[in-house]
């Protein structure tokens, strides 16, 4: 079956790192642009990072430049977030989803079709 499954979420100390996966099954991930998103307890959705299958090309919000590096392995069927430097606010719940083209073209609700369960990510000392 079509999937999707975030993991390496956890808790770390502000300025610590995280590498979050999003692991495909039932489809080849890498056919797709790809884009990560968070949602904090009373916040909006904000989209975080996309990646496109077409030319590669990476995206970031301006909240997160300079600190995670969005990557993929074709091999593995699985993109990668890379988070470093990580401040209390990053801390929300991550997810990962397919967009419906193969380049990225924002963070759009009607942009994006399967999303996987979410993983946690708590920035604290």
């Known amino acids: 079956q079509v999937q999707l499954v975030e993991s390496g979420g956890g808790l770390v100390q502000p300025g610590g790192s995280l590498r979050l996966s999003c692991a495909a099954s039932?489809?080849?991930?890498?056919?797709?642009?790809i884009g990560w998103f968070r949602q904090a307890p009373g916040k909006e959705r904000e989209g975080v990072s996309c990646?496109?299958?077409?030319?590669?090309?990476?995206y970031y919000a301006d909240s997160v430049k300079g600190r995670f590096t969005i990557s993929r392995d074709n091999a593995k069927n699985t993109v990668y977030l890379q988070m470093n430097s990580l401040k209390p606010e990053d801390t929300a719940v991550y997810y990962c989803?397919?967009?419906?083209?193969?380049?990225?073209?924002?963070?759009?609700?009607?942009?994006?079709?399967?999303w996987g369960q979410g993983t946690q990510v708590t920035v604290s000392s």
């Open positions: 990646i496109s299958s077409s030319d590669g090309s990476t």
């Open positions: 989803a397919t967009a419906r083209r193969d380049y990225c073209s924002g963070y759009g609700p009607n942009e994006y079709d399967y």
């Open positions: 039932g489809f080849t991930l890498d056919y797709y642009a």
